[in-house]
């Protein structure tokens, strides 16, 4: 399977974020991507750099004004002070229920609390470069999805699922998989899944997508009560307006098995298969690996195979954008697994 790698992906490289309140060392770190790039070329899979520019799309995902913010957050922050270099930018106020976000404050650090939906998403110098350049990856797959490969694989971070229209947060700040969408979309496609099998929901794509009819979104995920985001993935989430019934949420209680797990992905592809859909985008997480620090399920490195496997079956022209997946060094063996399991059907 061809993938698109991500060039830029190292100029973001926060070292510290805040996790549950607390300071810790990033999660999300440059390692995560090396360890798949390895892995994809031992496993013999080729490597290209990105050849479509996503900003077009983007513009169609995303708020103009957030773009704009994201551009120039770095800048903007060095000009209070050369020395905030050094310094990781964080925001402390948000624009919660009553408060307004229809004008955007003077002040950066409120800006960043207006386009944040946690302070755990550190920004770097590099960060915009890096999401763009993620994005591009995401378009060139989609484009070359569009095109007639049957398959095709978008290895980047930081991640994005959790981006919405006008909002970062839990490490992304583009919306990849809404970016491969799109493309699909722009290309001719009439109907698109969305299937996201992180760990945590993917709350950015389902508010991008809830009042559509042409992305069926669906997500299998921890359970918000417990889980990040916390705020949205509950199953009583449907969709509204043209997109009432386009949206499918499987949240799952922490600690649930791999057959569990398994249960649930066959619900989702009969629910793909009935869609009829002209294309698929799979948001790729591979934190409900066993092993991952932050997550809570329990599938093992072979079920990953089996995944890419099940997700042949469709027989669905099918874009990979890599998400989330916190043990680095594992990170690359199941990504590639799912995908020798998905071209191995």
């Known amino acids: 399977m061809i993938a698109f790698h991500n060039p830029l992906h190292q100029g973001h490289a926060p070292e510290h974020e805040f996790y549950r309140g607390e300071r810790v060392p990033c999660f999300e770190t440059p390692a995560r991507l090396d360890y798949v790039e390895e892995a994809l070329r031992m496993r013999n899979h080729p490597l290209r750099p990105p050849d479509v520019d996503s900003m077009e799309v983007l513009g169609q995902v995303h708020a103009p004004r957030y773009l704009a913010f994201l551009q120039t957050a770095w800048q903007q922050w060095l000009a209070l002070d050369p020395a905030n270099a050094l310094v990781q930018p964080f925001p402390s106020v948000w624009p919660v229920r009553s408060l307004r976000s229809d004008v955007e404050p003077d002040n950066f650090v409120a800006r960043l609390g ?10 770097a110098a590099g960060t915009w470069a890096a999401a763009k350049a ?68 993917g709350n950015g794509t389902q508010s991008i997508f809830y009042r559509r009819d042409d992305v069926l979104f669906i997500s299998i995920h921890g359970d918000p009560r417990t889980e990040y985001p916390f705020y949205l993935g509950h199953a009583d989430e449907t969709g509204e307006g043209p997109g009432a019934g386009f949206n499918l949420n499987v949240p799952l209680p922490a600690g649930t098995s791999a057959q569990t797990w398994r249960d649930a992905l066959d619900t989702a592809c009969h629910r793909i298969a009935a869609y009829r859909a002209d294309g698929l985008v799979v948001s790729l997480g591979l934190d409900t690996f066993e092993g991952d620090p932050i997550s809570r399920f329990s599938l093992a490195s072979s079920d990953f195979t089996r995944l890419g496997e099940r997700l042949a079956r469709l027989g669905l ?29």
């Open 114 to 123: 207006l386009y944040s939906m946690d302070n755990g998403t550190p920004m």
């Open 134 to 201: 993620g994005a591009d990856a995401a378009a060139s797959a989609a484009n070359l999805v569009a095109h007639g490969a049957s398959s095709a694989f978008c290895c980047t971070r930081p991640p994005g699922h959790h981006a919405g229209s006008d909002f970062m947060g839990g490490y992304c700040f583009l919306n990849n998989a809404a970016v491969a969408a799109q493309t699909l979309l722009g290309n001719g496609a009439q109907r698109v899944v969305v299937l996201d099998v992180d760990y945590h929901h």
């Open 317 to 345: 022209p099918t874009v990979f954008v890599l998400e989330g997946g916190y043990a680095a060094a594992e990170l690359g063996t199941n990504a590639v697994n799912v995908i020798d399991g998905f071209e191995q059907t």
